[in-house]
């Protein structure tokens, strides 16, 4: 008679919470399908403060005033649905990195709708030096918030679907 195999201490520690996901499409969170837009775009912003620094280009501004403001209203809507994970899901709420995670992400919202905020006047005048600043601020809270959102999926199986033929 084989010998079975021990469960994986890995999924053992996955399925010992439920992890859920309540907002979701098909299983899917959309907390996850949602936040890859204000990484992106603030990311973007970066992009465009350092261009309009390189070259004088006034396209630059006016393309960070649009990526500065869709991250912000992106990041918004990424915040909602992982509030609602957050707090509609025990085995999330009990994790610290979700926590950390959330204070990180609202950080990061804040500081992407001051960027936005402070571009809607003149956006060329407001590029440089605050401007890039303030997207540069961002971008460092893009780090911050995503290496510990992904301790949550990597490290606590946050928002994956365990089978128990796994």
Do not use: Q
Not at 144 to 160: N, Q, S, T
């Amino acid at each position: 008679m084989p010998n079975p195999v021990p469960p994986s201490p890995v999924i053992e520690e996955v399925t010992k919470h439920d992890t859920s996901s309540v907002v979701s499409v098909a299983g899917h969170p959309i907390h996850a399908m949602l936040v890859t837009f204000p990484i992106a775009l603030v990311i973007s912003t970066l992009g465009c403060d350092v261009f309009y620094w390189w070259s004088a280009d006034p396209f630059w501004p006016r393309a960070a005033l649009w990526a500065s403001g869709f991250a912000f209203w992106f990041g918004v809507l990424a915040s909602i649905a992982g509030a609602a994970e957050l707090l509609l899901v025990p085995g999330i709420r009990k994790r610290a990195a979700s926590w950390t995670h959330a204070v990180a992400a609202v950080t990061l919202v804040s500081i992407a709708g001051m960027n936005w905020g402070l571009r809607l006047g003149d956006a060329e005048a407001a590029a440089l030096p605050v401007g890039l600043m303030m997207s540069a601020l961002a971008s460092v809270f893009v780090g911050i918030a995503g290496w510990h959102g992904g301790k949550l999926v990597f490290d606590h199986g946050i928002g994956i679907m365990v089978s128990s033929n796994d």
